[in-house]
């Protein structure tokens, strides 16, 4: 086979960039290199993964968190709701499974603020095997910035309806042991995030704590 019949090499991505790099010399120097730069020819980040503008992000000791969610674009009150987009929102004391994103606990607490919010009205719900009745008063911490607050406040009716349908199935038992408050502290914290996932994408909700506890 002769040498023009051989197929011919296809010249890489190499050769153009090299190209590029000439004209941009030859041309302007380093400052028309540079606006290629700034293009994104020669920057491997520029088609890298960028972070969600409306994730939450953790504060640091001594930030507040309503300072950081501003400087993060998340001065509003609307608490995420054009975020991320979670699952579809479902009738009213229906637990959906969450389509967000667990935003973690640090792995060291003492480097970050934690906030506290109260949420005013009290839960109020009669008991699964009796004539009984808890009510109890719940708040909050997130180690993340206002938003997560925010979108507390925001959703707080969705929040209300699956605490109270998870209350009343629960035996009052259940809820007169130290053990038993615990684990309503765990199962209120996954309802809340979950809900925060749903309607946001994100959850951040790191505890759950009782303010009061009565059961009649």
């Known amino acids: 086979m002769s040498d023009d019949a051989k197929p011919k090499k296809k010249k890489g991505g190499g050769m153009k960039m090299i190209l590029l790099i000439v004209i941009a010399m030859v041309v302007g120097g380093a400052g028309a290199a540079g606006g290629l730069y700034a293009a994104g020819f020669f920057n491997p980040k520029a088609d890298g993964p960028k972070e ?3 994730k939450p992000v953790l504060v640091l000791a001594g930030e507040s968190a309503e300072d950081v ?16 987009g979670g699952g579809a929102h479902a009738p009213s004391g229906v637990h959906v499974p969450a389509k967000g994103i667990d935003l973690p606990t ?3 607490p003492a480097a970050y603020q934690a906030t506290y919010f109260q949420l005013q009205t009290p839960f109020t719900s009669n008991m699964s095997d009796t004539d009984a009745f808890a009510q109890i008063s719940l708040a909050i911490s997130t180690y993340y910035d206002m938003r997560v607050i925010e979108a ?3 959703h707080e009716m969705a929040i209300r309806s699956q605490v109270l349908m998870m209350l009343a199935e629960q035996p009052v038992e259940a809820l007169s042991t130290p053990q038993g408050k615990r684990a309503l502290q765990g199962r209120i914290k996954v309802i ?3 809900i925060l996932k749903q309607k ?5 909700v790191d505890n759950v704590y009782f303010t009061n506890f009565v059961i009649q």
Do not use: C, L, R
């Open 192 to 194: 809340i995030n979950d």
């Open 52 to 54: 969600e503008p409306n």
């Open 200 to 204: 946001t994408g994100y959850g951040g």
């Open 152 to 154: 507390i406040k925001t």
């Open 106 to 108: 640090p792995s060291n």
């Open 69 to 84: 969610a501003k400087a993060h674009g998340g001065g509003g009150g609307e608490g995420g709701e054009g975020g991320h």
